[in-house]
């Protein structure tokens, strides 16, 4: 019944709870399979992200997992590498090196015209404070960096599905309403899925907003447009707190489904594969 989630954090970042109770949590929703993909290290501590030199550690525990409960569930080791700037981004050696069984790429942060990083995946309050901090009201120029971090990251590559692509779409229609369909919005929005299309990457479903903003990245409104171009989609729950391991993925598939999408993508035995929707 598509029970898989590839798209999860554990206390190695910002989750909740160790990691084998996010693995016990999945196992008893009926899991097929699951990916632990902690926030990968950036150049400067974070409260968010993993330490690096915690990442051995991490990919010991996964494998102490995998053995514990083989036959149980499918257990693979990912990660969420943030695209930063042309040093620190899901291709570069660092990242490609390590023994993991996926990647997801993501963009959290971007660049202000003085050169400092900020977080765009905030509080709609300290969205907005940033707003008139650093760009001084234009979000039309905001999102752009967020856009241009994206495509950056899809040219580089070295990642197997984008997530929570378009995520800065909630904050940017509450800062103005109508904005995420205005002419500027959509060319950068369908600009980013042409390219994914073009890159062969998956686009990831994000239901991790679904129990308390009613909403999935990227938004429900786009999925068409992504059916359209024949992108691969995978669903996953971002999930941060054990009990929310399946939380607005029933509701995505339906959805899903209902305006003609017939396959997901799923990680077993070591690949991708089409499975059909429930």
């Known amino acids: 019944m598509n029970l898989t989630n590839y798209h999860s954090h554990s206390d190695f970042c910002d989750g909740k709870a160790p990691l084998e109770v996010f693995v016990k949590s999945a196992i008893a929703a009926g899991f097929t399979a699951y990916g632990v993909s902690s926030h990968a290290p950036l150049p400067f501590p974070t409260r968010w992200t993993m330490k690096r030199e915690r990442v051995v550690e991490y990919l ?22 943030d695209y930063l700037n042309e040093e620190s981004n899901p291709a570069s ?80 229609e509450l800062c103005q309403s109508g904005s995420t369909e205005s002419t500027w919005y959509l060319k950068m929005r369908n600009d980013l899925f042409d390219l994914v299309a073009e890159k062969g990457v998956i686009m990831e479903i994000n239901t991790k907003a679904w129990e308390k903003k009613n909403c999935f990245f990227p938004m429900e409104s786009y999925w068409m447009d992504i059916l359209k171009r024949q992108i691969p989609v995978v669903v996953n729950s971002d999930v941060h707190l054990p009990e929310l391991v399946n939380a607005g993925r029933p509701e995505a598939l339906k959805r899903l489904k209902e305006i003609g999408f017939t396959t997901i993508r799923e990680f077993h035995q070591g690949e991708w594969q089409d499975v059909i929707i429930q």
């Open 60 to 81: 010991k525990e996964i494998d102490r997992l995998k053995n514990k409960y083989a036959g149980q569930i499918e257990l693979y080791a990912g990660m969420e590498i």
């Open 93 to 172: 050696d660092y990242f490609q090196h390590l023994p993991l069984d996926y990647r997801i790429g993501s963009v959290h942060l971007i660049y202000t015209d003085e050169g400092e990083v900020i977080d765009t995946d905030t509080s709609f309050d300290n969205f907005r404070s940033l707003l008139h901090q650093y760009f001084a009201g234009d979000l039309q120029r905001m999102v752009s960096r967020y856009f241009e971090a994206s495509m950056r990251m899809l040219e580089m590559g070295g990642f197997d599905f984008i997530g929570h692509a378009d995520k800065i779409a909630y904050n940017a």
